[in-house]
């Protein structure tokens, strides 16, 4: 009987990690880009330098490449910014994206996924996670959000088969 648990017990987590999160229906990028405050995120390492005062601004080209810059205040009280290009992975929802920091000499060998997994009807916040579930963030247009959106963003966040405890709030 231990050992039936046992296999049932390591099925249902090889399913769990092989099933990645749902992405919303459709993202609106005319909508979607714009400013936006970071409220929560599952700390990572290329974060490590920011300690308050998040934002990622996204722009929409005339040729239409999305571009971003992420900006944050370090330890030193000095601004930290990096600056990126998006692209649609799912061209008929527009909710799976990649995102990219890093070029040389045009070529861009490292892109991160950038998955919209839950989003407001009025686009008033986002979040943001990967198919691993090892990155998350909760992005606002304003820089804090209240408890009742909170209460239904970590719903989400739950419901996408996230740990809403690794989540941590911003410092704005």
Known sequence: ???????ILFSSLMFAQQNPPTTVK?????RYVGLWYEVAKIPNSFQDQCIKNTTAKYTLTEDGEIKVTNSCIDEDGEVDDASGVVRVVDKKSNAK?????????????????????????????AIVG???????????????????????????????????????????
């Open 130 to 172: 990967t198919p691993n579930r090892k990155y998350g963030w909760v992005l606002s247009r304003t820089p804090n959000l209240d408890n009742t959106t909170l209460d239904k963003i970590f719903g989400i966040i739950k419901d996408q088969g996230y740990d809403p405890k690794k989540f941590e709030i911003s410092k704005q």
């Open 26 to 30: 459709y993202v609106d990028l005319k």
């Open 97 to 125: 994206l990649e995102v990219s920091f890093v070029s040389f000499l045009g070529w861009r060998p490292f892109w991160g996924d950038y998955w919209i997994i839950g989003l407001d009807e009025n686009y008033q916040w």
């Open 1 to 7: 009987m231990k050992q039936i648990l046992m296999i």
